[in-house]
């Protein structure tokens, strides 16, 4: 079984149970505070629907940066030039009539204010609908900042329904406006809604480019939760380029970062994301030390779904570090964890790592045991299941089982193993 990375719930895990990548949710959530929702007026009672729907991202499953999944068939208008008919009557009307006595500027505040609620409530293209005519309603009025960052909320439209190359456009839209305004405070912002249009588009290098663009300008603004979120973007897409030493570095410092400012889940969340680097870069030793370091603050955090993830990661460095007492201990709590939950096909694949880490050990016994374990489960499995296509991981069991029944002369109990795949 190959490492995970920071997982949000149970479900995620149990989905995801055999990948290599995975999330930083806090990250995400911060970001999405930070650069999703630009805006001109807010009431309390939208700032509370805005916060309810940040803590709603927490179940919307995988989450890449800002990429809340949604379908990207979504019908989406192109960007409209500027003109006086591209403002649809229809929506100004509606907007004119609640705010009868209103300016233009009245009329553009609120259609960007209704533009964030309909994003929280995930209703993408009437968000896009608002925001496009508010962004025009601006520019004709010649308020350019404001114009600005409606272009910004327009990339993040254009973003979280996967369409990549115009959310660039957006962006570098805004950052154009921003710069020849001279607002250097507005601009980190648009270039973290870039390097994620970018990472979403598999341009990495560009994406990395972007992020510390605005990295540099939140360090000249001592901003330290600007520096943070960039910090993790930089650590995770250095990772999805496998260049995991710059990965640690930046991971290092936001690592730091947490410990100054006492935020125990970033802390843990670092720790384990430092723990996968250096797993990925064969330094197995070091990532046991920070998977044991993550485990504890997990626990303490009663963080039950990157605990199990955790213990998993831990067993693997572990085992290939040849420190297989740790493994199989790593293992079997997570083994426990999941028996509790009543997730067999998770335990299946834990009985293949603990029997694998006995065969490493040299237990041969044990690891027979173990990966018996795993075939039997898997069978009860495939006899509930209408499709009986064995993972590739589960069929290891098999085969490996096999192997080591030939080895002490059980031919005939190898055959029979080999006759289920």
Known sequence: MRCVKC??????????????????????????????MRFSVLSSTRQSLLHRAIHQTMTLGSLGVLSLGVVASLPLKPAYAVSSTNVQPALLQATAE??????????????????????????YLAAYEYWQQAMLLYRMDGRQLKEARMLEN???VYRVTDRPAEAINMSQQALNLYDAL????????????????????GQLDEAIAAYRNGLDLYRKMDDQIGQRILLSLLADTY????AYPQSIDAQTQVLAIARRTRNTQLEAE??????????????????????QSALTLFRQLGDRPQEVAVLNNLGRAASLNQDFDTALTAYQQALDIFTELNRPVQVAHLWVNIGQAHSAAGDMDAAIEAFQQSVKLTEVIREQQADSTLPPRLEAAYRELAVLLQQKNRGSEAQQVLGLI
Do not use: K, W
């Not at 209103?102 to 929280?120: C, K, M, P, R, Y």
């Not at 001279?182 to 588009?201: H, W």
């Open 7 to 36: 997982v949000h719930s149970i479900e995620h895990f149990v989905e995801h149970f055999d990948t290599a990548r995975g999330c930083n949710l806090g990250t995400v959530i911060l970001i999405f505070v930070l650069a999703t």
């Open 98 to 123: 609640a705010l009868p006595a209103a300016s233009d500027q009245q009329v553009a505040d609120q259609l960007a204010n209704q533009g964030i609620e309909a994003f929280t409530q995930h209703d």
């Open 154 to 156: 327009l990339s993040v």
């Open 182 to 201: 001279n607002v250097t405070a507005e601009q980190p912002s648009a270039f973290l809604n870039m390097g994620s249009a970018y990472r979403l588009s």
């Open 239 to 242: 990772a999805e380029a496998e």
């Open 270 to 291: 670092s720790l384990s994301e430092l723990g996968y680097a250096h797993f990925m870069e064969a330094q197995h030793g070091e990532a046991v030390d920070y998977y």
